[in-house]
């Protein structure tokens, strides 16, 4: 590995460690109190301390998130190729999901609870409703982006609207499909946990509401670094599945060859 | 010329964008191209050369007139119609070979044959693409090739299914003069060993004259027919060829029409 390479490696941790650091120091010098700011070391002992109960709602968290994102894709991809692919479907259905991306979810939990009773049922539609969005505007996108003259050398081929989609379309659709998995994967645990907030009797959401009715506030925060450590994780995989996948799109420019 | 001996045929064609009133791109074009021919169409810029190229291609319907193309009448998008562009539009995500590829999986009876006789498709495409100087190449992708090398490849995937008709759009005008005169003749070559018709739009009147056995004229918008040439050079004709005083005279004859077409065409843009 290249100098410049492990630098690049090294300075996500560096970041994350320094601004540890820093919290640390700001909350002994001033001695803010644990109620209201607890010191990351704090954060630490009780993270060890309720480890067991923190690590099981975080599962039932990660897989409610997951569910409503793996629904999430599959929703926002097939909704993507419609409205990528039709101008019909685009002006008919844009309008609508616009306006229920536009809805507060917090404001839609209250009516799932009624649909759906207390539980992993309204976190898995809470995760997929946040998550669908973005993935089908993305797809969307992609298939509309396609070039007419790449379209007009397949079609006088005689290719089939289905060819062209499965040679051009959505190949070429990847680079926005990875870009919009990582921003739906953190969208889904934030739907998750919203959800879990206000309706469940588990999951980070359910943790987070109790610790703060005690006045726990190392334990909520405990929570929040699990979340966040599980967000990156997941946003991690997509990435590296990306750079499998895509690896034409962010091409490095070191190999080209000259003449005519 | 009978009907008989025309591969394309068009007859009286005429071509609106958008509602009855909108622009005319095209103004009772008649133009017959036959079988084996090296058409080119030049003409001023916006005078419906492209349109006219999605017109017999069958990608876009003529508002009146008629298209025949191998004797049949066009109604929709031609089965296998070789086609390349001023862009290349290599797939990124693709190899130059498998590019070069990619109407095999599309054109029949290739589609059905190319899995189990995908070795003899790919001695093919390798042929071809040694054909054009792209030998050694087959697995870098488009984005390493230089853009006459790009440009190369897009001539190859535009062959690659043998078709009977090539359009080529423009292919070469966004390359250097050097590399350009360097294509006229891989296409050439090209031609010669394999005679398709070919129609050629282009604005470049060496390049017509050059490549063509019969070029025509069109007007500033709305495009017509105003001239038709026949270059009756020997082949295979030499860039050297293109110095030559006949040769000089007959570009500079055309150059002249167009300069014609123009000043005709202006008095339109006002009004």
Request: charged residues 15%; proline residues 6%.
């Amino acid at each position: 590995m290249s100098a410049r390479r492990l630098r690049e490696a090294v300075m996500p941790w560096l970041v994350i460690g320094g601004l540890l650091l820093l919290w640390q120091v700001v909350v002994q010098i001033f001695h803010v109190r644990p109620f209201i700011l607890p010191a990351p070391t704090v954060v630490w002992t009780t993270f060890l301390e309720y480890r067991q109960p923190i690590m099981d709602n975080a599962l039932f968290t990660l897989v409610n998130t997951l569910s409503g994102f793996a629904i999430g894709i599959v929703v926002g991809v097939l909704l993507g190729i419609v409205i990528g692919s039709s101008r019909l479907a685009y002006a008919g259905l844009y309008p609508l999901l616009v306006g229920i991306n536009s809805v507060p979810k917090a404001a839609i939990v209250p009516i799932l609870v009624l649909w759906m009773g207390i539980g992993p049922a309204p976190a898995i539609a809470t995760a997929f409703l946040l998550s669908f969005f973005p993935i089908a505007v993305n797809v969307a996108t992609g298939l509309a982006t396609v070039e007419p003259e790449l379209e007009d050398v397949l079609r006088s081929l005689g290719a089939t609207r289905f060819d062209i989609l499965r040679k051009v379309g959505l190949p070429r659709t990847m680079p926005f499909f990875f870009a919009s998995l990582k921003v739906a994967v953190t969208l889904a645990f934030v739907g998750a946990v919203i959800s879990e907030t206000i309706a469940s009797n588990d999951g980070i959401g359910y943790l987070m509401m109790q610790s703060a009715s005690q006045f726990r506030v190392p334990l909520m925060f405990a929570g929040l670094m699990v979340i966040a450590a599980m967000g990156i994780a997941t946003y991690v995989i997509f990435a590296l599945i990306e750079r499998r996948v895509t690896g034409w799109a962010t091409r490095r420019n070191d190999t080209h060859f000259g003449g005519g | 010329m009978s009907a008989t001996d025309a591969f394309i045929e068009l007859d009286g064609v005429s071509l609106h964008y958008g509602a009855r009133d909108g622009t005319q791109a095209l103004a009772r074009v008649d133009l017959g191209v036959r079988a084996g021919e090296f058409a080119a169409v030049v003409g001023p810029s916006g005078c419906g050369k492209s349109s006219l190229m999605k017109l017999v291609s069958g990608l876009r319907p003529p508002t009146s007139g008629s298209i025949r193309v191998a004797g049949a009448a066009v109604t929709g998008p031609l089965k296998c119609v070789g086609m390349a562009f001023q862009n290349p539009t290599l797939l990124p995500w693709r190899n130059t070979l498998s590019n070069t590829m990619l109407p095999l999986e599309i054109v029949q009876p290739h589609r059905a044959r190319l899995r189990r006789h995908r070795k003899d498709y790919v001695k093919l495409a390798q042929k071809l693409l040694a054909s054009v100087g792209l030998s050694g190449f087959e697995r870098k992708q488009p984005w390493m090739l230089s853009g006459g090398m790009q440009q190369r490849a897009s001539l190859c995937r535009a062959l690659i299914h043998d078709p009977a008709l090539l359009m080529l759009d423009e292919p070469f005008a966004a390359l250097d003069a050097f590399t350009r005169e360097e294509l006229w003749g891989v296409l050439q070559d090209l031609w010669l060993a394999r005679k398709f018709t070919c129609v050629f739009v282009t604005h470049d009147l060496r390049e017509a004259a050059y490549l063509s056995d019969v070029i025509y004229v069109m007007s500033a918008r709305p495009g017509r027919i105003v001239a038709t040439h026949r270059i009756d050079l020997p082949r295979p004709r030499s860039l050297e060829m293109t110095f030559r005083p006949e040769f000089v005279e007959i570009v500079h004859h055309i150059r002249n029409e167009i300069a014609q077409a123009r000043s005709e065409g202006k008095p339109e843009l006002v009004a």
